[in-house]
């Protein structure tokens, strides 16, 4: 097993499009040809929670490509960029934590489920909540899975396994 290494690739989008540079984008670099087989897209507001998800696929040795973007109104902005351009790869994965500013994680998933190319897009919901009601209720807007963010570094690492299985399993084994 490579140990993964993260290049950090700052903006990834046109100026206009990022607000001054509000997506930023990691590779991860398992594979030694830079291939990444994964493309996820997390939205996450917390400097520590996508530095814990890194460690995750890390952890895994996951050959993910991973664009970050840090508030719901600009991954609202990516997924009607995504629907206008046909040919902009749309993420295989969305990691979408419950409250990100600007527009919550709710109203996100809403928009993604109703959108035309990324309305199939496996979605997994992060949150701190350890509420059943949140957890069903976000189920019922079409999160694929929940996952509970924990204090615990050990439960947190959890997700690599859980984001193994959107890989088909085989990834980095």
């Known amino acids: 097993m490579h140990p993964a290494r993260f290049k950090l ?26 291939f990444a087989s994964l493309f996820v897209l997390l939205v996450e507001d917390n400097p520590a929670d996508v530095f ?3 460690e995750a696929i890390q952890r895994e040795a996951l050959q993910v490509r991973l664009e970050v973007v840090e508030n719901g109104e600009d ?12 040919p902009a790869n749309c993420p295989d994965l969305i990691l979408l934590d ?3 500013p600007r527009q919550p994680g709710d109203q996100v998933l809403k928009r993604i489920r109703s959108s035309f190319r990324m309305g199939r897009i496996p ?5 701190s909540s350890e509420s059943p009601a949140d957890r069903e209720r976000l189920m ?18 959890k997700l690599g396994p859980l984001l193994r299985t959107f890989c088909g399993g ?3 084994s």
């Open 9 to 34: 690739c700052y903006p990834r989008y046109p100026r206009a499009y990022t607000k001054q540079g509000l997506i930023y984008q990691l590779f991860s670099m398992t594979d030694p040809t830079g």
């Open 52 to 54: 814990l998800v890194q």
């Open 75 to 86: 991954a609202i902005q990516i997924i009607q960029k995504m629907e206008s351009e046909p």
């Open 98 to 100: 419950l409250n990100v």
């Open 123 to 127: 979605v997994i919901v992060m949150s």
């Open 140 to 157: 019922k807007l079409g999160a694929t899975d929940f996952f509970r963010k924990s204090a615990s570094l050990g439960d947190f690492m």
């Open 170 to 172: 085989t990834q980095g």
